[in-house]
């Protein structure tokens, strides 16, 4: 049996009406972060930072993306080596680079998005 200490025990119930619009945006954005309204109504009261869902994926998209460049990286090395550029020709070597030059694109704009709700989440949190 896991259960949590007495002081943990959450018992105490808060009512608040809110209109059906209102009611909307909280659930949605419970669902955003990936938690219970009941969960992001406690965070936001108490001053808790609320982490997106949309966040997580891009961080892990970001993730992915530099991941591949890396396996690109090491493929345009090897490419390089003698014993494969008798086999490979400059048109697929040049291939190799602009798909290279593909994914750092796709970084350069995922680091664009994180940015965009970084700042957004440190200018709500310095106006209080």
Do not use: W
């Amino acid at each position: 049996m896991n259960k949590k200490p007495a002081e943990k025990v959450r018992k105490v119930r808060i009512e608040s009406y809110i209109t059906r619009e209102e009611h909307e945006k909280v659930v949605s954005l419970a669902q955003q972060c990936g938690i219970s309204v009941s969960e992001l109504i406690r965070r936001l009261a108490l001053g808790q930072e609320l982490n997106s869902k949309v966040d997580k994926e891009a961080f892990l998209d970001l993730l992915k993306v530099n991941a591949d460049l890396g396996r690109l990286g090491g493929l345009f090395k090897l490419a390089l080596t003698e014993k494969v550029r008798k086999v490979a020709s400059h048109k697929e070597l040049r291939r190799i680079l602009h798909e290279i030059e593909d994914r750092q694109e796709e970084l350069r704009q995922l680091i664009k998005l994180i940015e965009k709700v970084v700042l957004k989440r440190g200018a709500k949190g310095s106006s209080a």
